[in-house]
């Protein structure tokens, strides 16, 4: 019992606390925003993007700003601090303000997350055009990913702690695969929308040729 409490800390707690916030935020945000006549796929979407981009833009974003001109996560203090210096138990690059780490992060922070509300707007607007920026975002989730991890495991994940179920399997796997099956998911659906349109501009521009 004493080995859990000292696995599973304080700072675990308000951690997946804040993460599980802002999903509330944005199921509330979707019922309260999109038309109610919205598909499935839509509120799905909107919920989706609404966290990540609020995760992107607090979570994330302080890990950026703990990260530059010389600063550390390990060597720095504030709630958001303890909270990179839990995940950073798990995998120690985060805490030391890897080059590779910061590079990824200042993309996803700045790009990736300002596509996600970009697209929100897109999807109150009911803007058809948001499925080229979806698999535009999705792309860049998917590689940013890629690039965190394969080096990793490339050298023999050297900095990946899995000695326990919580770093392996909520700070590992699924704070991070979520990222992977999510986006793969939205692409096939906007690569559907997409190629529709299409084949039926064709149909149309056929007919009108005969």
Known sequence: MSAAHQIFTA????????????????YIAAKSLLPKNASWQDRVTFIWLAFDGVIHYTLEGSFVYYSLFGRQVNTSSGPMAQMWKEYALADSRWGTADPTIVSLELLTVFGVGTMCFYVLKQLIQRDPARHYWIIVLSTSEIYGGWMTFCPEWLTGSPSLDTSNALYLWVYLVFMNIIWVFIPLWLMYDSYGHIASSLRLAQVAADAKKN
């Open 11 to 26: 700072t675990s707690a308000y951690s997946l606390a804040f993460v599980s916030a802002v999903g509330i935020a944005a």
